[in-house]
């Protein structure tokens, strides 16, 4: 049995094609998350991050319970936290702590 030494155009379209596709995929999983990192920063009020992200999806009081996502462990909250999950959802959290109403903290954990 011989092998081929290259392929005909058509199957470099289909190649082509299928690695577009693929990049475009990982493109778009990556960038709501790299999206919403951009928009906040530690020093804003707790104002300013409702405007640009909506609400939260959890908002956590000091001494509940933080849960474990990915390699980051459970923990007990210190101070007020507010968690969004981002597209996807089942892969981006974000944790956004703040101490007298502006944001101190901003931690993205990956599942």
């Known amino acids: 049995m011989q092998l081929r030494k290259s392929f005909s155009r058509i199957e470099w379209t289909l190649i082509l094609g299928l690695m577009a596709v693929i990049c475009l995929t990982t493109v778009a999983a990556l960038y709501p998350a790299y999206a919403f990192q951009r928009s906040v920063r530690p020093g804003i009020t707790q104002a300013s991050v409702r405007s640009h992200c909506g609400s939260p999806d959890h908002i956590l009081e000091p001494g509940a319970e933080l849960t474990r996502w990915g390699d980051e ?9 507010w968690v969004y999950y981002v597209f996807p959802r089942s892969v981006n959290r974000f944790v956004l702590t703040f101490e007298d109403h502006v944001l101190a903290n901003i931690e993205h954990h990956r599942n």
């Open 73 to 81: 462990e459970a923990r007990e909250i210190t101070a007020e936290t």
